[in-house]
């Protein structure tokens, strides 16, 4: 019986020569770079040490970008915002033991944010494997039972045969819904053998598509269609999606406010009739909430931020729709739907009827008038008239990447981001140090705009050496770093909690002159002239730094109430 995919699978002539002939001088980190090319990638992150010399041997003799950042975690925020920008792997080629793990923090935030990471570390020679104490420098016990808990799979190989396949099979898992980290680990004997095995070619490491079950969409558009007063929380996993225009079709044919978590800013258009902007930290907009008979999350595991604080008790039902099966009502009872967004959001776009609600742009204008009332009740003036001049100066089209600092968590409600997939933050994990060399990845990715970077002075002491990174490869990033001497969200809850703080004051380097010690252009601002100089920086290609010295503080929070 002849099959048609055999024709398909019979190698050509030139293959056959090919095959049987292949380059001398390669080695098992070829197998890797070719392995890579042959999925499309085309840029790696990185650092090189020691153990894996084979693989970044291998890539002068292969057609792929490499970016090497100075510090390992650096080089995982970089691939993390490559991953998010373009939606493809991003691979972090990394060292054994003390470089690998030091991507720790960064893999984390990729697999909270759902950021496609291809990391491949090396591993001692393989006589050293199997956990007994044989010396071996970097050695650990059991070097991937420290990535088992971060990352979505762990994929381990012991023969340079194994290598096309376990990279294949890792990229797929990285690209499969939900996005995430994933972890390879070679030794260092197989990635410096030479090898006999014909070059690599064709990978074929397509994910499938996570569709959601018919029955349950079926019921979910029905709730939905009777709804009197249907609300909707887009997360992160709109933006990973693509869905932002399902979203939009969906909201609009029920009639139904949405609310962006973090997560999924620029998911919904922010002055659109039906936004609720991003005020999910806010008392207003969790009442509303809450008084929805029906209340849809897409993408959002409805974690401590996008709850306000777990203060969120829904009244009526409540749908999610979440790819990470792990979060489908882990925090509040649903209707669960374990699917990729797009596709579900398609599924009730072609189901539910349209419904007309002529109170609900009234009822939407109410809760953001409330909350500005609230804001402008505390004389927080020079905040917004900061996170106002960002954005001003900031280009439409342009990403920025965000630190875990006090003008961020304004920015994780106040700020329109202009689309989706614009602004992205650390609030996944948490970790500091992420805003500068993520937008060096997202640079990398997308070199035809400028890209922000915002960092406090806590943050930026972090990324420092990565000043070095973005003057040798000519990145096109700013990086604004807030000076406020401290650690400025710490100093806040210390002093509210204990009436002083402690730990949080900062002895710092002047940054515009050690910005320009790099060869990178710096200039100190002000309130008042913030714009001007960030717009122009902006404007001017290649890495710059804007350097703000301003004690900002953060709006009183509603869940402590």
């Not at 070059?199 to 019921?219: C, F, G, I």
């Not at 409540?318 to 649903?334: F, R, T, Y």
């Amino acid at each position: 019986m002849t099959h048609d995919h055999d024709l398909e699978l019979r190698p050509t002539a030139a293959q056959i020569s090919a095959a049987l002939n292949p380059p001398a001088g390669r080695n098992g980190g070829d197998l890797v770079v070719e392995t890579l090319a042959g999925l499309g990638a085309t840029t790696v992150f990185g650092l090189p040490g020691q153990h894996a010399l084979g693989m970044f041997d291998a890539l002068r003799r292969s057609d792929l970008r490499y970016i090497g950042l100075r510090v390992e975690n650096n080089a995982g925020f970089a691939a993390d915002a490559y991953g998010r920008i373009t939606g493809e792997a991003a691979p972090l080629l990394l060292s054994t033991g003390p470089g690998a793990l030091t991507s720790l923090a960064a893999l984390q935030e990729a697999a909270a944010a759902s950021a496609p990471v291809l990391a491949i570390s090396s591993q001692i020679p393989t006589a050293g494997l199997g956990g007994g104490r044989h010396g071996y420098l970097h050695e650990l016990p059991d070097q991937a039972a420290s990535f088992r808990g971060v990352v979505k799979s762990v994929h381990t190989v012991r023969a340079q045969s194994q290598i096309p396949s376990a990279i294949a099979a890792a990229w797929k898992s990285a690209l499969s819904a939900p996005h995430g980290p994933v972890w390879v680990e070679i030794p260092q004997d197989v990635l410096l053998s030479e090898t006999s095995l014909p070059v690599v070619t064709a990978v074929d490491a397509t994910p499938e598509d996570l569709v959601p079950r018919p029955e349950l969409t079926a019921v979910a558009a029905d709730l939905l269609s009777r709804a009197a007063r249907p609300a909707i929380i887009a997360g992160g996993g709109v933006v990973r999606a693509d869905a932002s225009k399902k979203l939009r079709q969906l909201a609009e044919k029920l009639q139904a406010p949405v609310v962006t978590t973090p997560g999924g800013k620029g998911a919904f258009p922010w002055t659109h009739p039906l936004s609720l902007q991003s005020w999910l930290e806010d008392r207003h907009t969790t009442d509303f909430l809450e008084d929805a008979d029906v209340v849809l999350v897409v993408g959002s595991g409805l974690g401590e931020l996008s709850s306000n604080y777990h203060t969120f008790a829904p009244r009526g039902r409540v749908i999610q729709i979440e790819a990470d099966l792990g979060k489908l009502e882990s925090n509040h009872p649903a209707l669960g739907i374990h699917a990729d967004a797009w596709h579900a959001l398609q599924a009730l776009v072609e189901t539910v009827p349209e419904r007309t609600d002529p109170t609900v742009g009234d009822r939407v204008r109410d809760v953001l008038a409330r909350v500005r009332e609230r804001i402008d009740a505390q004389e927080l003036t020079l905040e917004q008239e900061v996170l106002a001049a960002v954005r001003k100066a900031l280009p439409a089209d342009s990403p920025s990447f965000w630190d875990m600092t006090i003008l961020a968590y304004w920015a994780w409600s106040a700020f329109d981001a202009k689309g989706p997939n614009h602004l992205h933050s650390a609030q996944g994990a948490g970790g500091l140090g992420y805003g500068f060399p993520a937008a060096l990845g997202a640079a990398a990715a997308d070199p035809t705009r400028p890209v922000l970077a915002v960092s406090g002075d806590g943050g930026a002491l972090y990324s420092i050496a990565e000043l070095a990174t973005a003057k040798q490869y000519d990145l096109d990033v700013t990086w604004l770093i807030v000076d406020d001497g401290g650690y400025g969200i710490l100093r806040e809850y210390m002093t509210d909690a204990f009436g002083e703080p402690t730990a949080t004051e900062l002895t710092r380097p002047d940054y515009v002159a050690l910005a320009e010690s790099f060869g990178v252009p710096g200039v100190r601002t002000s309130p008042e002239t913030l714009e001007t100089d960030l717009a122009k920086a902006l404007a001017t290609p290649g890495p710059s730094v804007v350097v703000l010295p301003a004690v900002l503080r953060m709006f009183a929070a509603t869940h402590l109430d």
